[in-house]
């Protein structure tokens, strides 16, 4: 009698590990488009070797060596994709020009609907960003070994090499993100009643156009960044010009629609149209620190509203 596996049901299979490896291949390559195009391919080559499956591992694991080794080539000659504090430019003061940069390919945020909600303290942006300063070999043995809790024989099996050559990376790679005080922080999986009441005192600010009521909800060396401008800020009077200032809304003008990204808070922020009704402005991915925000990354990358899901639009409240 023959003995059936996972592979013969291949549609089940893409849709069975379809999140976990989006995920993966998000850490690797920093952008949920590129993960997707990854998990793609990788489904594509197990499908073109299934034939010739051993079963000598998991179908699991043979398919996170597949998509591994789909992403490592997918990175070669690729810079990494950096959040303008990682680019190692000082903040910016409060008056300095905005700095634009769109030749940047920049990080990217994932909806946490997109991948297993048991994995998003391993898909915090902090974390994703720590990654991107590992060279790509070394970023597949943090992720194997520490993320996926894969074996240094495992990994060696998979990358190709010996257990030894793993462990160097893997020491390398710890060495590296220690010294840039990088580390992924663990993420509760539900908001505290006194952080969600803030988070809506956030909305009703924004909303309202009150930067005192912004600023006073930001920790006191909180960070603000928005690829694709390069400028970053740091400090409560610098955010606070960065908002009275530079974001075109007005009172009434700029509505949110809450999401999660990257397993935190997200809001696209929509800006009223002279027409009356309102237009993707940024997705804000916020990060926490007890009930107060310690950092906003506001993406400029309209097309991302697509991507979570969020309205083309919001009509015109006044009618």
């Known amino acids: 009698m023959a003995t059936t596996t996972e592979l013969d049901d291949f549609p089940a299979l893409t849709e069975r ?11 690797m390559s920093g952008s949920v488009h ?4 990854l998990v793609q391919e990788t489904f594509l080559r197990a499908w073109k070797a299934s034939a010739a499956f051993e079963g000598r591992s998991s179908v699991r694991t043979w398919l996170y060596r597949i998509a591994t080794n789909v992403c490592l080539t997918n990175l070669e000659n690729r810079p990494r994709r950096p959040l303008p504090a990682g680019l190692g ?18 990080l990217e945020p994932v909806p946490d609907a997109a991948v297993v909600v048991a994995e998003r303290e391993t898909i ?6 720590a990654l991107q300063h590992l060279p790509a070999r070394q970023r597949a043995v943090l992720i194997l070994r520490d993320v996926l809790r894969w074996s240094a024989a495992e990994v060696a ?14 020491q390398r790679a710890h060495a590296q993100l220690a010294e840039r005080g ?3 922080d663990t993420v509760e999986p539900d908001l505290t009643a006194a952080q969600q ?8 600010a924004f909303w309202r156009k009150d930067v005192t009521s912004i600023v006073g909800m930001l920790t006191a060396e909180a960070t603000w960044d928005m690829p694709p401008f390069t400028s970053w800020y740091r400090g409560k009077e610098a955010i606070s010009w960065l908002i009275g200032t530079e974001c075109p809304g007005g009172s009434h003008d700029m509505p ?19 027409e009356g009704d309102f237009k993707p402005f940024q997705l804000q991915v916020l990060e926490l620190d007890g009930d107060r925000v310690r950092h906003v990354t506001a993406f400029f990358d309209t097309t991302l509203f697509a991507t979570f899901g969020l309205p083309a639009g919001l009509p015109d409240d006044r009618t």
């Open 256 to 274: 949110m629609v809450a999401t999660w990204a990257n397993g935190q808070p997200a809001y696209g922020l929509y800006l009223r149209t002279p």
């Open 124 to 129: 915090r942006l902090a974390f994703i960003a």
């Open 157 to 170: 099996e998979a990358l190709d090499t010996s257990a030894a050559a793993v462990n160097s990376a893997l």
């Open 34 to 37: 590129e993960a997707e195009d």
């Open 17 to 27: 590990y379809q999140r976990e490896l989006l995920a993966h291949c998000y850490r």
């Open 89 to 106: 430019t000082a903040d910016a003061m409060a008056g300095d020009a905005l700095e634009l940069d769109h030749e940047i390919a920049w």
């Open 182 to 184: 990088l580390t992924p």
């Open 197 to 204: 009441q803030m988070l809506e005192r956030y909305v009703d």
